[in-house]
């Protein structure tokens, strides 16, 4: 359930989401038995409708856990399109290529091993869409890592940016952006003002925010 919504829009969203499939309920119920960290289905949907809007066949992930956001996208790419997962730990990278195997999407997926800032640098793009999931204050090296890789049209989402457990919640970024107290340096809240200010600053690209999830940052590159 988010926090940056009412329960209500909660019901709404449930009753009315599409796309899901077997290996995709299974992930959520491992999330929530083990409590791993996953955007959750309605910023799957928006993933997935962001790779439909941009006509994606290309599309770069900051960490990928054991899957979730891009098995979201997968279907969205086509036979013919590439996902690249990253991911430092070994075991959930194989568990993310299991599931997508099960799911019939492991052709379109590249499953790499290590930083995804070193990974990035050997990939030669275009990304239709780049997702960030890594550490928030590595968020901005993660933008201009993929900045030039990005197409007219494509989109940059910054993920868990509103809320991040007990180290951020919306009144600590809005108190933030006011001036009213100053993030500390390398914190969860430094990492996401930062990030925000240094993308809105971007004349290439323009940014809105949406209060789903945990919080999503959408860069359009115009």
Known sequence: ?????????????????????????????????????????????????????????????????YGYSAYWVAPAVGSDGRIVLTEVDEDELEQARSYFERGGYADRAVFELGDALETVARHDGPFDLVLLDHEN??????????????????????????????????????????????????????????????????PDFETTVLPIGDGVFASVRT
């Open 1 to 65: 359930m988010s926090l940056l919504h009412t329960d209500t829009v909660d019901r709404i969203l449930s009753m009315t989401a599409t796309g899901t499939d077997e290996v995709l309920t299974e992930m959520e119920a491992r999330a929530e038995r083990e409590e791993f960290p996953t955007v959750g289905p309605e910023v799957g949907a928006f993933l997935r409708l962001c790779a439909r809007l941009t006509d994606a066949t290309s599309v770069f992930e900051f960490g990928s856990g």
């Open 137 to 202: 204050d590595r968020y901005v090296e993660g933008f201009e890592a993929v900045r030039g890789m990005v197409p007219t049209g494509g989109v940059v989402v910054a993920e868990n940016v509103l809320n991040s457990g007990t180290s951020m919640a919306p009144p600590d970024l809005a108190a933030s952006l006011r001036g009213e107290r100053t993030a500390a340096d390398g914190s969860t809240l430094n990492g996401v003002e930062t990030y925000l200010s240094h993308v809105r600053a971007d």
